[in-house]
């Protein structure tokens, strides 16, 4: 396979991220931690980080040496997998938490030097803990590029005959996709549970029954709350975009190899179309980032808009290099298949700005939920609910209309659903969630800036530094907020479109796997075919994928039962894990003398032992139920089953992921809202009520919610890993 000169930009591009993610590591590291105090806590902190990712990543590893056996005994005992899939599936999961280490290791150095900077004004906070954050996105696409780059390289090297060659290597690439979401759903889970342990356990006994405010000292859960920040909203994030940007990416090679199979040279283009896209988006990213800053005295909106002016100005961009990139690999259809990109990166900023709307205290929804705190914590809870609800309806709808736009932009407008106009519109649904990720470098570095800002709010409160510093970082808290929310937001849209990509790769998985097998199926003509040659549409008749098939309506009610019971149990770890914070914060504030007067100095490390166990213990259960599911389904109901079940777990799960996710982002910014003064202020009435929203929404956006997005991938990444099972017991 002549491979063109166009596809090392890839491994270029991967290495320009990494090579300024260390620059901005390095240009962090130099600035001032401030003074004594606010290195030790920051210390504790970042030993309590390190601590927990070890003890992570041991558990981790034992669930990867158990799977990665599963697989190599299916490949070279039963012959039912390609011999390249135990080996793609680790590296996908080294790489993610690869990139989930080094964005906490400079989160966790970042966050005192950001409370330092403060001290000389909001702009120089800003910088540092905004590209602290880029160093988090840029280290996930260039480890995400990297790894897809070195895989199609290899893969190259031995399977270069015939146009069934790109099929099996893209296929194949699709494993390592498994092996980062499975890394990234522990990372998501076990963080969200830690942090949301310590969160929980340290407002209820600190902020509601002590009467003392968020990040004091004396509150033994807070330097755990600290740690909680950084191991799920940057350790946990970061994997759960590696995966989603690697997915889209392979998903969408996947589609092309089959889309375009007839024709060579055009099947290559199809296939590395999306590497290059997401390649010049690396660049332009490092251009937006660069675009970020403020000025004292800023405004929520205007510290919002310093951050959209670096976003945005990286989306118009890709948007624009889109049409030569497309034009010049000579894409057919490739004016088309541009606009299915626009559409991706148009409904990313849509449901970027929806999010906002719906968890920024500047807008009315989260200000409603701050005036129900008058009445008490009931209508605050039934007023936040119902936001959240509401907030679904702007996604839901501009990600249906991105997926229609995509998928007939894409196939011309097509609209026969034949064979060659539902793969060339599938194609184009895959290369819009490229589109929407394209500029991960920026859009990430925007939500990891948030914990960086929160823990540099806890620093100057422990730190004692002052009422005017301390405005500074609430300020810049306050936009991580918005900035995490608007995050979510943005993982859950291209999780849905990356999903319905992925769809359609399990189907030539499972035509591959019945090639293999050597069975025969009766196309729609009626004619006896190879599984090689026939189409989707051919594939869907012989399995009988349709809605009076009862075992796809079946598979359907599992999927969407499946995201509540993921829900539920996340939910439920939580709040046994913060039912043994609060015990233990009552316990010190009882036993040790002196505590709530600052003579005496809390055990921190206690609280931080209890949500490392606790995340630890009740991460397992909920992680492997994403991959057993699957699994089950595909051999009791098979491929009609399988199909019910991913569509049933992608309806339900990302529309309830969107929910949680902005109902506790909301909750969150009512309660900022009435610290700033409104309402009565800190202390009030109001502002228990709000606190009492804030803390059930917790593990609503940093748990249960985030988690959906990850949740529906790893479903369709199992399903197409196992696919050569699921046809073994037709």
């Not at 130099?30 to 003890?55: C, F, H, S, W």
């Amino acid at each position: 396979m002549n491979i063109p000169l166009v596809f090392w930009l890839v491994p270029i591009a991967s290495v320009a991220a990494l090579t300024m993610a260390w620059v901005f590591f390095k240009k962090m590291m130099v600035a001032d931690e401030g003074t004594p105090r606010m290195k030790e806590i920051a210390e504790y902190v970042r030993k309590g980080a390190m601590a927990y990712l070890k003890q992570q990543y041991k558990v981790v590893l034992i669930v990867f040496i158990i799977l990665a056996l599963i697989f190599a005994f299916m490949a070279y005992v039963l012959k039912v997998q390609n011999p390249w899939v135990p080996f793609a599936f680790l590296t996908g999961g080294f790489f993610s938490g690869l990139a989930g280490f080094f964005g906490m290791k400079t989160a966790t150095y970042a966050s005192s030097r950001t409370t330092n900077a403060t001290r000389k004004g909001l702009d120089a906070g800003l910088k540092i803990a905004f590209r602290s954050g880029a160093v988090m996105g840029l280290v996930v696409v260039g480890l995400g590029l990297l790894d897809i780059a070195l895989w199609f390289l290899i893969l190259s090297a031995f399977y270069h005959e015939g146009q069934a060659a790109l099929i099996t290597i893209t296929t194949t690439m699709l494993t390592f996709g498994m092996g980062a979401s499975t890394q990234a759903l522990f990372a998501r889970v076990g963080g969200g549970i830690y942090t949301k342990a310590a969160d929980v356990g340290a407002d209820i006994v600190g902020k509601v029954e002590a009467d003392i405010p968020e990040d004091d000292p004396r509150n033994p859960a807070t330097i755990a709350d600290n740690v909680g920040d950084n191991v799920g909203d940057v350790a946990g994030m970061g994997a759960d975009l590696y995966e989603s940007y690697c997915g889209s990416i392979l998903s969408t090679a996947a589609l092309g190899a089959t889309a375009f199979a007839l024709d060579g040279d055009m099947q290559l283009k199809a296939v590395i179309a999306p590497m290059i896209i997401a390649a010049v988006g690396i660049f332009l990213s490092l251009i937006g980032i660069f675009l970020v800053r403020t000025k004292e005295g800023a405004s929520m909106k205007d510290l919002l808009h310093s951050l959209a002016i670096g976003t945005n100005s990286s989306a118009i961009l890709i948007a624009f290099a889109t049409f030569a990139i497309l034009y010049l690999l000579g894409i057919e259809n490739w004016l088309g298949v541009s606009f299915s990109v626009i559409s991706g990166l148009g409904a990313g900023v849509i449901i970027g700005q929806a999010t906002e709307y719906y968890t920024s205290h500047s807008y009315k929804p989260t200000q409603k939920i701050a005036e129900a705190g008058q009445t008490g914590s009931a209508t605050v809870i039934i007023k936040g609910i119902g936001t959240g609800m509401i907030s679904t309806c702007i996604p839901v709808i501009t990600i249906s209309v991105a997926i229609m736009l995509s998928y007939l932009c894409a196939n011309g407008f097509d609209l026969s659903m034949s064979a060659t106009s539902i793969s060339h519109g599938l194609y184009g649904i895959g290369i819009a969630a490229v589109g929407m990720l394209s500029t991960l470098g920026i859009t990430l570095a925007t939500d990891a800036y948030g914990p960086i800002a929160d823990n540099a709010g806890g620093n100057a409160e422990m730190s004692e530094l002052g009422e005017e510093i301390r405005q500074r970082t609430d300020a810049l808290d306050a936009l991580g907020n918005t900035t995490a929310a608007t995050g979510k937001g943005f993982a859950i849209g291209s999780a849905a479109l990356t999903a319905l990509a992925l769809l359609a790769s399990y189907i030539e998985e499972i035509k591959i796997a019945m090639a293999r097998s050597g069975v025969m199926i009766e196309d729609l003509k009626g004619d006896l075919i190879t599984a090689t040659n026939a189409t989707i549409p051919d594939v869907m008749n012989f399995f009988q994928v349709n809605l009076m098939n009862p075992k796809v309506l079946i598979g359907a009610f599992i999927g969407a039962m499946a995201a509540f019971l993921f829900c539920g149990l996340t939910m439920e770890a939580v709040g046994r894990a913060a039912s043994k914070m609060v015990l233990e914060v009552r316990r010190q504030f009882r036993t040790i003398a002196g505590i709530l007067e600052g003579k005496a100095t809390p055990d921190y490390g206690r609280c931080v032992e209890i949500s490392t166990k606790a995340a630890q213990h009740e991460m397992v259960f909920p992680a492997l139920l994403a991959i057993i599911i699957p699994i089950i389904v595909g051999i009791i109901l098979g491929v009609a089953g399988v199909l019910g079940l991913l569509v049933g777990g992608l309806a339900a799960g990302f529309t309830l992921a969107v929910f949680m996710a902005n109902a506790g982002g909301a909750w969150d910014n009512a309660k900022k809202m009435v610290e700033e003064g409104n309402f009565g202020g800190k202390g009030s009435f109001t502002h228990k009520a709000t606190i009492v929203g804030d803390t059930v929404g917790d593990p609503f956006k940093d748990t249960s919610g985030p988690s959906l997005n990850i949740l529906i991938k790893l479903m369709s990444m199992v399903s197409i890993v196992m696919a050569g099972l699921t046809v073994a017991f037709m």
